[in-house]
Each structure stands twice: as structure tokens, then as C-alpha cells.
């Protein structure tokens, strides 16, 4: 079984998230109960404890259970000694005092824990306020994808105890590449990464949640099957609401706008998206080749429609195809990727194509044209015609 375990565990009484790996430690409580003071400036979900303070809207006595120590938070408490200190608000703080709980006391009572505890390193527990119809929901939609930029995390469990079910996605990692499994479901992914060296002037417009030295940046790549059809996307650790003609998921720490899912039109942003996913795209090809189709990885690439998906893919659109332009980019009649300036080009690629048996038979493969499989669709067709273009 791969290794980092992850388990979310619903009751019609509580929400429970249970995981392997380090015990919390006293940073990390003391980041949940202070956010926006971290110390930490790496690219981690959840950095900054912020995400933690969402519990609260559908609990009111949140619970961390962990090897190291077990604290627990209760709206209620909060207000009987903040009170006091300053009568008359409609709410006072809940994550800002913490007090001990006992792991024993809470497990001997509750099954589920105790269940949990038994493997697990951490396990928060949320005792619910309201209805969990729309958490089944969420469970149900939760992006498995997840699991490409969590590289410690090799299995992700929902187990929904009002409804029945149990869903489970494995990720097993061979180098770059990624096969996710659900059952009788196979994705096969290819992970690039690459570290992005931030401008001064980018790192102080992005503020202290994003500014940075360098960030990490990684281009998840569908190998095949239905999401290698499918238009990208924007993640920053979960999915954005931008969308781009670049097949795949490009990850990276994005400033966010109030809403976790939208991107700001930042320079911080932009150099991420002009800069580094360029280079990301130029310096994957070679490891696309395919004897069977070595212009396959043309489907990839970006189109240039009448209208952009949205303004993070309307900004990249030029760049990737400049960054291709100047490396070995299309391959030739031998299926070896060429530089631009060392390929001959038919006049005419449609009808190319259509004579391509003809042209098998009287073109060497040791002579430098393109290669027939660039022009098998009229897609690729224009994405050659794309690349020519700053060539001519």
C-alpha cells in the first residue's frame, strides 16, 4: 500500500480527519491559534492555519487528538472568559484559546476515535452544529486529484457513515510519473516541477502570505484517458476558478483574492504564470517522445481561440509558444525533436497529410522534414503554424 494515509470519517454527530505522519507540534498549535504568524515560508498546505479557522462554521468545539498533544477549542468557554473583558460583542474569537484534553477519556466514549486513534498520528475531530447533507455532498465532489501535489500522501479514504459509503483513491509514484486508482478508475499523470526565482518588486506586492525567494510550480500532465481531453486548470493546493487551453494542472502558491479561488491580477501572479510555466512546457517536451506518435504531445499545448478561458490563460497563451520557438520543438522524419530553423516544412501541411503514403515512400527518414504526425489533425496544423510564426 502506498505510503501517508489519510481518512475523512462522516457521522451524523461528527466530521473526523485522521492522517499518518508527524505528531503536531508546538509551532504548529500555536500557528492554528495565531494565523498570519507563522514562521514557516515553504510551500506546505495550510501554512498559515488559515483554512483551520473555517471549522468553526460548522463546529463549535473543534478537537485535535495528536501523538504529542491533545487540545480542544469551545465557542462557549471562549465567551465566558472574553466576555468580561469586553461586554457587548455580537461574537468573541474561538481557535484563540486552547485548552488540554485527555485522549483516553475522549476515545473511551467515542468509537470513531478511538477507531482512529489506533493508526492514526493526528485526528481532528469536529462535532457538528447543523446538518451534514451539503458535507456528503462535498465528500462526494472532493478533487482526487489532490493527491499529484501531496507527495506524502499515498492513500485518501472517505467514509461516509450516513450514507454508507466508502470511496478510496491511491496514488502510486514512479518518478514522474503518477498512476491515481479508484477501484476499476486508472489515471495516469506526469509530474514536472520547477522552482521560480520571485523578482523583488513581485515578492513585496504579493504581501506576506506569498512573498517569497522562490516558489514551486508544478505542471501535472495527463499521460492519457478522459483528462488529457479536458480543458486545465489553475490550482493554488485546490482548484481555482481559472481555467486554461494548456491540458493538465498547474499548481503553485497563487495569491488569492478573499474568495480562495480567484486569482489576483498580480505581478507576483504573472511572473508565475508568463515565466515559469513557459519554461515548465519547453522543457517537458522530450519527455513525451513516442515513436507511435511523436507529435502527440502538440495536443497539449495551449489553442488561440476568439475568446480566452480566463485572463490567467490569456497571459501564457504567447509566452509558452515563444519558450518553444527557441528549443528543439518539433520532430522530424525519424521522430527526433528538432530545432525550428533545422526543419524543412511542406508547403502546404493539409495536403501533406493526405499524400502522407506518397511521402513516406519518396522522403528518406534521414531527410530533415517534419514529421507526418504533426499534421494529422488540424489542430496540430495550427499549433506548427503557431510555432512557425516567430520563425518567418
Known amino acids: 500500500l502506498p505510503h501517508g494515509r489519510i481518512r ?7 466530521l473526523y480527519c485522521a492522517n499518518e505522519g508527524a505528531p503536531f507540534t508546538e509551532a504548529g498549535y500555536r500557528t492554528l491559534m495565531l494565523s498570519h504568524s507563522s514562521e514557516k515560508r515553504d510551500d506546505q498546505i495550510g501554512r498559515f492555519g488559515l483554512g483551520f479557522k473555517s471549522v468553526i462554521q460548522i463546529s463549535d468545539s473543534p478537537q485535535i487528538f495528536s501523538r504529542s498533544c491533545s487540545v480542544k477549542w469551545d465557542r462557549r468557554h471562549s465567551t465566558e472568559l472574553l466576555e468580561p473583558l469586553l461586554p457587548g460583542l455580537a461574537s468573541y474569537p474561538v481557535l484563540r484559546i486552547a485548552t488540554p ?3 483516553v ?3 473511551s466514549s467515542d468509537p470513531v476515535l478511538a477507531e482512529l486513534m489506533a493508526w492514526a498520528a493526528t485526528v481532528v475531530k469536529l462535532p457538528l452544529v447543523q446538518q451534514a447533507a451539503w458535507l456528503s455532498e462535498e465528500m ?10 501531496s507527495q506524502n500522501i499515498g492513500l485518501l479514504e472517505f467514509d461516509n457513515r450516513i450514507e454508507g459509503t466508502l470511496t478510496a483513491w491511491t496514488a502510486r509514484r514512479n518518478g514522474f510519473d503518477v498512476l491515481l486508482e479508484n477501484g476499476e478508475m486508472q489515471e495516469e499523470w506526469r509530474i514536472f516541477r520547477y522552482k521560480h526565482q520571485v523578482s523583488p518588486q513581485a515578492a513585496v506586492e504579493a504581501g506576506s502570505i506569498a512573498a517569497r525567494d522562490t516558489v514551486d510550480v508544478t505542471w501535472a500532465v495527463p499521460i492519457k484517458g478522459n483528462p488529457r481531453r479536458q480543458r486545465g486548470s489553475f490550482w493554488n493546493y485546490f482548484p481555482t476558478s481559472h481555467t486554461t487551453s494548456l491540458r493538465g494542472i498547474v499548481n503553485a502558491a497563487f495569491k488569492m483574492n ?5 486569482m489576483l491580477h498580480t505581478l507576483y501572479n504573472k511572473e508565475i504564470l508568463q515565466k515559469a510555466v513557459p519554461m515548465m512546457v519547453a522543457g517537458s517536451l522530450a519527455s513525451f517522445q513516442d515513436k507511435a506518435d511523436p ?3 502538440l495536443d497539449l499545448l495551449p489553442a488561440r481561440g476568439r475568446e480566452a478561458p480566463s485572463w490567467a490563460d490569456s497571459i501564457i497563451n504567447e509566452p509558452i509558444f515563444a519558450a518553444l520557438s527557441a528549443v528543439p520543438c518539433l520532430p522530424d522524419r525519424a ?4 530545432l525550428i530553423s533545422n526543419l524543412w516544412f511542406p508547403p502546404d501541411l493539409e495536403e501533406a497529410s493526405r499524400l502522407e503514403d506518397m511521402w513516406d515512400s519518396w522522403v528518406g527518414l534521414d531527410r ?3 514529421h507526418r504526425s504533426a499534421s494529422t489533425t488540424e489542430e496540430r496544423r495550427l499549433i506548427v503554424r503557431r510555432l512557425l510564426a516567430p520563425a518567418t
Open 101 to 103: 484534553v485527555n485522549p
Open 8 to 14: 475523512i470519517v462522516l457521522t451524523d454527530e461528527a
Open 140 to 149: 462526494r465532489i472532493f478533487p482526487h486529484e489532490f493527491l499529484l501535489f
Open 335 to 338: 521522430g527526433e525533436l528538432q
Open 368 to 370: 530533415p522534414w517534419l
Open 105 to 107: 477519556d475522549a476515545a
Open 258 to 262: 478573499e474568495d480562495p479561488h480567484s
Open 295 to 297: 507529435a502527440g504531445f
